[in-house]
């Protein structure tokens, strides 16, 4: 009589991770919305979308802030040249 062991179910599932939690941006999302008037909808619902694109807002704010910090360092390098003349 041969023995079959069942393979568990739950370890064969892939687990997603989840992205880190940014509550700054989600704050900045939410006075945003409410800035702009974008109230009209449930509360809930804004929240929601708010909590969803909170890591992708924080990485283009990430990415904006390097093409700031790179365009200064630009004008500063142009200005001494200018200056240096």
């Not at 939690?21 to 509360?43: F, P």
């Not at 990485?59 to 240096?84: D, M, T």
């Amino acid at each position: 009589m041969k023995i079959i062991k069942k393979k568990n179910p739950k370890a064969n599932k892939l687990t997603l991770a989840k992205p880190k939690k940014n509550t700054a941006t989600y704050y900045h999302c939410l006075a945003d919305k409410a800035s702009r008037g974008c109230l009209k909808g449930s509360v809930g619902k804004m929240c929601k979308e708010c909590k969803e694109q909170s890591p992708q807002i924080a990485l283009n704010r990430k990415q904006e802030i390097k093409k700031i910090v790179s365009s200064y360092k630009q004008l500063g390098v142009s200005l001494s040249k200018l200056l240096n003349k």
